[in-house]
Structures are given as C-alpha cells and as structure tokens.
C-alpha cells in the first residue's frame, strides 16, 4: 500500500476473472453530453485513474448508447438512456429520491448487460461513481448490483483547525495543508486529493480555518484573502464538498470599520450584510459561517451584554438572502473558574447557556454541540443538549483528531465511540429517541442538522500521522453517511481497501483497531474521569495536572476517595438536564454505569463496581492490563511483517513501541498515585511505586 492514497488504493486486479468482468463492464462508460459540469468532469478524471491503476485500461467515454454488450451508464433518471435501461416503473420510483441519493443497477441484456449509476445531482452521481469504485477495491461481483443509498445526514462535515501561518491546533500530522506563512497555499494538487478522499465517503462540507479566529484569519472573509478562499472553494466544489469559514465575532472591530461589535446595532447589521455579498461574489455557493463566541476568551455578543441568540441571528440574517447557514458552537462555558468553586459545574453549562434560548434562533442558524458535555475525553456521557431543544437546529460535533486520545502517537480508533454516542437513546420524545436521530434531523423535523468532525489531517505524507489513524477518517465520513453500519462493517472495509484481501491481515488489523479505545481508556481514565493529563498540550498523565487550575476540569481525588458528585440529591445537580429515565440511571449508584461512575458520583476507592472489583483494585487492574494490552497489539502487528510494504509496517510498528514506551509512564503514575492517595495496596502484590 502507498499510504498517501489511503483508501483509494487503486491496486492492479490480479484475480483474472474478476479482472475480466470488470473489463467488460467498465471498458466503455456513458456520460451525459455537452458541457461537462466540474463535478462530471470529477467523475471522468476518477474513473480514469481508478480504472487505469486497477485494469490497466483506457476508459473510453460515450455520450449516450453505445452499441457495446456491455456498458456502465452515468446519469440522471430523466435521461433516455437511463430510462431506457431501468425502465419506466423504476425511473418513477427514483424521483423520489433525495438530491444526494443514489441507485446503481445493473441490468442484464441478451448478450451483455447494463450498469446504470444514477441520482438527481451531479454529486449523487461521483458518490455513485466512488461507490462503484469501492466494491471493485474490495473485489466484489458487479453482474447482480441493486443499491440505492441516501445519506442520513445532510450535513457531513470537516471541521478544520488551521491557521494560517501554517500551524494546526490540536494537530498531529504535520502542518496545515491550506495554508503556509500567513498564504493560502498554492499546492493545489494536495488540495484536490483531500477533496476526492473526502467526497468518496461522502463528506459534503468543511469549514477550513480554526474556530479561533486570530489576526490574520480575521481577513479570510476580506477581498484580501478571497480570491485565494475561492480557489479552494472551487476545487471542493468539484467534489461536490461547499466550503465555511470560521469567523471572528469582533470582526468589525478588529478589520478596523467600526468602534463596535454590538449585534444590535444596525451599522453593525449592515456591515455583515456587506461582508456576506462580497463573499457571494467570489465563491456563489459558499456554505456559511462557523462561530466560537464568547467561548475560551474569544470575543462574543456577551461583550455588549447581548445573548448567543442576538448574536447568531445577526449573522444568519446576513446569510439569509445567499443561503448561508450559521453553525453556532455550544462550547461556552466558565474558563475562569475557582477551584474552590464546588458548586460551577462545567458539564452543565452548554445546557444552561442554550437550552432556554430554545426556538429563539433564526431557521438557518444550527447549534453545534459536542458529543460530551465536557470535552471530547476518553469516555463522556452524552450531552444532555441533544433533544433538549425541540424548535432549534442541532449538529454533533466530534474530534477526529486525537487530542485526548493519543494524539495520533497512540492507537485509538473511534468509531466505537462514535457509535454509543450515536446509539444513545436520549428519550428526548419517549423511547427510542437515539442521537442519531436528532443530529439527522428526523426526530423533530429540522431544517438543518448533521455531523461535523475536528480533522485529523496535515500535511505529513499519509495525512494522519498514525497510518492507522486513518481509518478515523474513513469512518467518520462512513459513519456519518449512514449511522447504522456497524463499527464492525466500516473496519473491515477500510482495511480491504487500504491493505488488501488478505484475512490474516483483515482480521488482525480489525481486532486492533476495534480494541483500540478501551485500551486507551484501560490506561488512561478510569471509570469516565477526565483530564489526567498534561495542561496545554495534553499529552502524558498528570493526575493533578488540571486539579487546581481554572478550567472547571478536576477529578477531587483525596486520601478517602474520588469523582465528581454530580448528583441532584447531594452534588452539583448535573443529573437533571437528562430526559427520565437517564436521569435517574445516572443519579442512582445501584444504576449507573461503571464507565461512567466517576463523571457522576464521588465515592470511596472500597467502593464496588458492577463487575465486583472495588474502585482502586478496578484502576491498577486496568492500568497493568492495559500495558499488557499495547505488547498484544505489537505481537499481532509483529505477526503481518512481510504481508505489505516494508515501510508501513516499520511506521506503525514505531508508533506502537513509541505507545508502549508510553502506557509504561501512564501505568506507573497513575498507579503510584491512588496507591500514594489511598494506602491501599494492590490485591496482587505488582510493582507500584
Ligand atoms: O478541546 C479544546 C481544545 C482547544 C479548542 C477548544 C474548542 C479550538 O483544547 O484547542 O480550541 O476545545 O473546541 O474550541
């Protein structure tokens, strides 16, 4: 595998009968004629190259029939030829079909047969076109194809945390691939591979500068910077993928038009309104605004004694007339807490701020709310935002990008968490009200809703850093299109596509990776705490690194016990903004899940889980195992040498000793640490020190 492709391969077909059929069908592929639009010509240049690499043969592209026996036909259902091919009856049902869904068919015909890809856009289209791309990577039978996909989400979306003097926060693959000393960057063709990788798991937006907006990026939305945003928006847009721009909510201000930020004011209003045109000029489709306000320092409507609602609908109001949207972050909380404090309780401060607002907010405006109430650690319950607020627009936000997960260092695949977060039911409207219908917009009927992720790409050669990391990409995206493929599925398809057939490796590299984050949190953080971590850079452990800090992040470990009492009959009262019966789970000792028992409760280190471990024989127990764990993941990584190329296997194994060297440090502080608090000693008698 080259790792730069990542999961478009492309690989020479060396089953030589798979490879013959394959040649037949693909060998000549119809297109619609006249002038071919961006995203058709997309299609065309990834057809060329899939099939190239893979069948080592020319394509070659007809407008219309052809009297080939066999065909793959690409176009719209009211098209001839695919009426034709699909007949009457079908080509009916399909209009029925949403603007990003797909069909692809194949038709048999005395002597030959059809392949008809079909869908009411152009980006239906290359998402077919990728679809088929994929079953031909994964080897599969073309002859009986029946599929009809629809994306769940209709936001699927990247958010990118990059500046622009080229560095990315909270990134761990190198620098950023948008920009380099304070320039849009001018390596295009890096750019257009990101797009085709993104579109062929159907991500359709991405919003490409950090949500903390600095001096520079203030003027991304100025005519100094745009023709340069609308390069970039043009080669995403050939993907079918609509480009954001964070803001700066002081903008105004800091561009130095006007003395004020105050969204009330109409001098203020109109400004947007100009800002919005001129940004209409140069890029016609532009998605919209993504928005930190009043959130870790960064300015907001609260300067000027105005509420998130004044502020969001201000800039929605500007969008408006183009059809841009405002994405709204909910990550506003107290950053300048006293640890004293015991009564702020950070985890309640999203549901807080918006909940009341609910129904305030204009129809283009949606709330993007993190997966946790805290922030993206190992182990989160659920927001309890999420449902909570029936007549405004909601997305997810998750973090691809490792931050607390092992910063790409470590190998911790993420679907599964994905997965119980998306799988959670909320009982927002009875049962059965999972995340996933709410962020999909189908429990309350939102206008605008869907599923943005941090990335976790840069400009190291295979993207992610970790090559393994990878597969959070693909599964992201995966996920997002469609929330219901198991964890399971999507591994095993990332992995064919990107190391090949091979079942021994399928199968070792899908038990590495599904296994990944409960290692992770084996070492790390015990039974749903947070933050024992470095500060700043969040790498390492460091129990009390944060214990008396400012950010509301603390654990409240002492000689007798730890966890956070969030309980309404004793603690901070967290428990309540969760719909019944979560609440009462979470509330109550005897319900609440192990994983999460020290999010909710304080209770002594002789405290028994579930399981029947107390909670300090739970924490060394999981911290031995987990290193035992990662030497596992290296005897099975150790086990494919010679399965694929040499240097992607030195690479993971380096990153997988670098780990081991690691959960060591982890183990050993983290044990040393409740021993040295507790005085209670390991049941087994291991080493602590
Ligand atoms: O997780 C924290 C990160 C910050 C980030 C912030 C946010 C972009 O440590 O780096 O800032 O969240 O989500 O706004």
Redesign the pocket.
């Known amino acids: 595998m080259n790792h730069y492709h990542c999961w478009l391969q492309y690989r020479p077909m060396t089953n030589q009968s798979l490879r013959q059929s394959y040649q037949q069908w693909l060998r000549c592929v119809s297109l619609p004629g006249g002038h071919p639009s961006p995203l058709l010509q997309s299609i065309r240049d990834e057809l060329n190259r899939g099939i190239g690499a893979m069948l080592q043969m020319p394509v070659d592209f007809v407008e219309g029939s052809s009297p080939q026996n066999y065909l793959t036909v690409i176009g719209k259902p009211n098209q001839p030829l695919v009426r034709e091919c699909l007949g009457p009856k079908l080509v009916e049902d399909l209009y029925q079909m949403k603007d990003e869904a797909y069909c692809i068919r194949t038709v048999a015909q005395a002597e030959g047969g059809r392949i008809v890809i079909t869908g009411h856009t152009d980006r239906a289209l290359l998402y077919g076109v990728f679809h088929l791309l994929r079953l031909m990577q994964m080897n599969e039978p073309l002859e009986q194809l029946d599929i009809r996909e629809t994306p769940r989400n209709p936001l699927r979306m990247l958010n990118h945390?990059d500046n622009m003097d080229g560095s990315v926060?909270?990134g761990y693959a190198g620098s950023s691939i948008f920009y380099e000393h304070g320039r849009i960057t001018t390596n295009e063709q890096r750019i257009r591979d990101y797009a085709r990788l993104l579109a062929s798991v159907g991500i359709n937006s991405i919003a490409i500068n950090?949500?903390?907006v600095h001096e520079t990026e203030t003027k991304l939305i100025t005519p100094a910077f745009l023709p340069d945003v609308a390069k970039i928006a043009g080669i995403f847009r050939s993907y079918g993928i609509q480009i954001f721009l964070s803001i700066n909510f002081a903008s105004p201000v800091e561009l130095g038009d006007l003395d004020t930020a105050d969204p009330l004011d109409s001098a203020v209003r109109q400004w947007w309104k100009e800002r919005a045109k001129d940004i209409y000029q140069y890029i016609p489709d532009f998605g919209g605004f993504l928005v930190?306000a009043d959130?870790?320092h960064r300015p907001g409507p609260f300067t000027y004694n105005r509420t998130h609602v004044d502020g969001a609908n201000m800039l929605a109001e500007a969008l408006h007339p183009f059809g841009g949207i405002v994405i709204w972050?909910c990550?506003v909380y107290n950053c300048m807490q006293d640890w004293r404090d015991r009564q702020t309780d950070r985890a309640k401060a999203a549901y807080d701020h918006f909940q009341p607002l609910d129904g305030k907010f204009l129809d283009n405006v949606i709330l993007q709310i993190?997966n946790g109430p805290m922030?993206?650690q190992v182990r989160e319950p659920v927001s309890p935002l999420f449902g909570a607020m029936e007549q405004t627009n909601q997305m997810m936000e998750f973090?691809i990008t490792q931050?607390?997960t092992g910063q790409q260092r470590h190998l911790c695949y993420l679907v599964p968490q994905w997965k119980e977060v998306l799988d959670f039911d909320t009982y927002a409207k009875g049962e059965g009200s999972t995340v996933k219908r709410i962020v999909d917009g189908s429990l309350y009927g939102f206008k605008h809703s869907g599923i943005a992720g941090?990335a976790n790409v840069g400009s190291d050669e295979n993207w992610t850093g970790h090559t393994l990391a990878q597969a959070n990409l693909y599964g992201f995206g995966r996920l997002t299109w469609n929330p219901d493929l198991s964890a399971e599925q999507i591994t095993e398809e990332w992995i064919r596509l990107t190391f090949g057939p091979d079942p021994q490796v399928i199968e070792t590299i899908a038990h590495m990776l599904l296994s990944s984050w409960r290692i992770y949190e084996n070492y790390t953080a015990p039974l749903g705490v947070g933050w024992m971590v470095n500060p700043g850079h969040?790498y390492g452990p460091n129990v009390d690194g944060y214990e008396y800090s400012r950010w509301g992040t603390y654990h409240y470990a002492d000689c007798f016990g730890i966890g956070v009492d969030r309980t309404m009959k004793t603690g901070t009262g967290y428990t309540a903004q969760y719909f019944s019966p979560n609440r009462e789970m979470y509330e109550s000792l005897d319900t609440c899940p192990d994983e999460y028992l020290l999010f909710f409760h304080h209770v002594p280190y002789t405290h028994r889980l579930k399981s029947g471990e107390t909670v300090i024989q739970h924490i060394y127990n999981t911290h031995f195992e987990g290193v035992e764990q990662v030497k596992g993941l290296i005897e099975k990584w150790k086990r494919l040498e010679g399965k694929f190329n040499q240097q992607t296997f030195d690479h993971v194994l380096s990153r997988l000793m670098e780990q081991l060297e690691h959960v060591k440090e982890w183990r050993d502080v983290i044990n040393t640490y409740f021993y040295r608090k507790s005085g209670i000693p390991d049941e087994k008698n291991r080493t602590i020190y």
């Open positions: 945390w926060e909270r950090n949500v903390n930190k959130s870790e972050r990550f993190k922030d993206f973090q931050e607390y941090v969040h």
